[in-house]
């Protein structure tokens, strides 16, 4: 049996010092599947959609080109908003050499108290994906799982979070564009980012 490879997480958390809203996804997709080198790369995932309908009523505000996301306007906006990003893997196999969540065995999951010590302003932390939720909740003190467009709250380091799970933005998520952002303008709205 062919032994599967493990693969480091490619980028460092982007944590700007203002950093209120703790954004985390499982892991990136493989390079070849990049149009910037930043989260969320892979033009066919919606979250740069997603952020740019939200907040400046244009879903195609984050692209480059047809084919790219623009890296400096996707870090500006997260510096702006304070929206810190980064992912509950550290260390993965995939078993299927793809970038479906399915097939990611998670080696090394995140330590969530060292990056929330590095954030002191952060407020919540929301996930994209079960995997995500799944990966972080088993590393957090003991919370109830949030419901798709809710939260829940836990106690870290002697602070209080909101534990926010959205709906996935990959298109094999089954909703409408407009749908998912419905949900994640509820989040910014009760977390007072606009």
């Not at 950093?19 to 985390?24: E, H, I, S, V």
């Not at 702006?80 to 097939?103: P, Y």
């Not at 990056?115 to 919370?143: N, R, S």
């Not at 089954?174 to 007072?192: G, R, S």
Request: include cysteine.
């Amino acid at each position: 049996m062919e032994k599967k490879e493990v693969e480091q997480h490619p980028l460092g958390f982007f944590l700007p010092e203002n950093t209120k809203l703790l954004m985390l996804g499982s892991f990136p997709p493989p390079l070849a599947r990049w149009s910037m080198n930043f989260y969320y790369p892979n033009i066919q995932n919606d979250m740069w959609r997603i952020l740019g309908l939200i907040f400046y009523h244009n879903k195609e505000y984050f692209l480059e080109t047809k084919k790219a996301f623009s890296e400096e306007k996707a870090k500006a906006f997260c510096r702006e908003k304070g929206i810190g990003i980064g992912d509950t893997a550290m260390e993965v196999i995939r078993l299927k050499g793809n970038a479906s969540d399915n097939f990611l065995q998670v080696v090394t999951p995140l330590n969530p108290a060292e990056v929330l010590a590095k954030i002191p302003a952060c407020e919540a932390i929301v996930v994209t994906g079960q995997k995500a939720m799944d990966t972080l909740i088993a590393m957090l003190p003991p919370v109830e799982e949030p419901k798709v467009g809710s939260y829940s709250r836990f106690t870290l380091l002697d602070r209080v979070f909101r534990l926010y799970r959205m709906p996935s933005s990959s298109r094999a998520y089954p909703k409408p564009l407009e749908e998912k952002a419905a949900a994640y303008k509820v989040m910014f709205e009760e977390l007072n980012i606009s």
